[in-house]
C-alpha cells in the first residue's frame, strides 16, 4: 500500500526566503508522487510528478521536489518564496488505483 | 482554452431537489473523474470513465449518477439532494488510466444545499 504524511499541517515563510513543505511516503514497490497545489477558491493544479528517473523533479512557477529514497521522502521546495504562493499544497501517492488519494494538504502561507 | 471545464462554478438548492454538474475536456484524454471536496479539503474519488466505461465506482449513494455520452464528457446527476451533499465537485481528466498518469482538474462546482 502506499500513503504519504504530510506532517505540518502549515507552513509560514516570508517572501524572499526559501520554502520547504514536507512529504513522506510508505510505499511498497516504486512510488508514483505527485505534488497538486489549490489556490483560494480555486480548482488543483499539477505542479510536478516523480515517476522513475532523476531524483530532482523541476515543475511549475519554479517548483522543485527531490525524492529521496534513503529517507523516504518528496520535500517541495521553491528557493524564493512569493506571496502569491500562498495555498493549499497536497503531496499525492498513486496508489494503483487508478484514482489520486488525497489527504488534508498543507497550508503555506508566505509573507510579505 | 479552458482545459478541463465544469458548469456551474455555484450552485445552491434546496434539499429534495435534482440537480446535475457537467464536465468538458478539450485535451483529448481517455479517462475522466469525479471526486468531492469536504470542508476538511480532503478530496475522495468518487466515479472514474475510461473511453465511456465505468472503471471505478466508490462507495457513494446511488443518489449519485455519473453519465458519460463521449470521451470528452463527464456528467454528473444527484436526485433528491440533501444537506450532507454540501461540498466542492471536481472533476478531473487524464491521458489513459494507467498508473503514473498526471490528472488535470477543473475549477471545482461549489455545491450548497439549504
Known amino acids: ?112 | 482554452d479552458t482545459a478541463v471545464s465544469q458548469t456551474p462554478k455555484y450552485l445552491v438548492t434546496q434539499m429534495g431537489n435534482d440537480k446535475s454538474i457537467k464536465c468538458e475536456q478539450n485535451l483529448g484524454h481517455d479517462t475522466m473523474y469525479w471526486y468531492k471536496q469536504d470542508s476538511k479539503k480532503f478530496l475522495k474519488i468518487m466515479f472514474s470513465y475510461n473511453n465511456k466505461e465505468l472503471i471505478i465506482n466508490e462507495t457513494v449513494p446511488n443518489r449519485f449518477s455519473p453519465k458519460s455520452p463521449d470521451k470528452a464528457h463527464l456528467n454528473l446527476h444527484i436526485n433528491s439532494l440533501e444537506l450532507g451533499d454540501s461540498a466542492v465537485y471536481f472533476c478531473a481528466s487524464s491521458q489513459d488510466s494507467s498508473a503514473g498518469e498526471t490528472q488535470y482538474f477543473g475549477p471545482g462546482t461549489r455545491l450548497l444545499v439549504l
Not at chain 1, 87 to 95: G, R
Request: aromatic share 14%; proline share 6%.
Open chain 1, 1 to 112: 500500500a502506499q500513503s504519504v504524511a504530510q506532517p505540518e499541517d502549515q507552513v509560514n515563510v516570508a517572501e524572499g526566503n526559501p520554502l520547504t513543505v514536507k512529504c513522506t511516503y510508505s510505499v511498497s514497490g516504486n512510488p508514483y508522487l505527485f505534488w497538486y497545489v489549490q489556490y483560494p477558491n480555486r480548482g488543483l493544479q499539477f505542479l510536478l510528478k516523480y515517476i522513475t528517473g532523476d531524483n530532482l523533479v523541476k515543475g511549475s512557477y519554479g517548483f522543485e521536489a527531490e525524492f529521496n529514497k534513503s529517507q523516504t521522502s518528496f520535500h517541495l521546495k521553491k528557493p524564493s518564496a512569493l506571496v502569491s504562493d500562498s495555498a493549499l499544497y497536497f503531496c499525492v501517492p498513486d496508489t494503483g488505483r487508478r484514482a489520486l488519494t488525497f489527504g488534508s494538504g498543507t497550508r503555506l502561507q508566505v509573507q510579505p
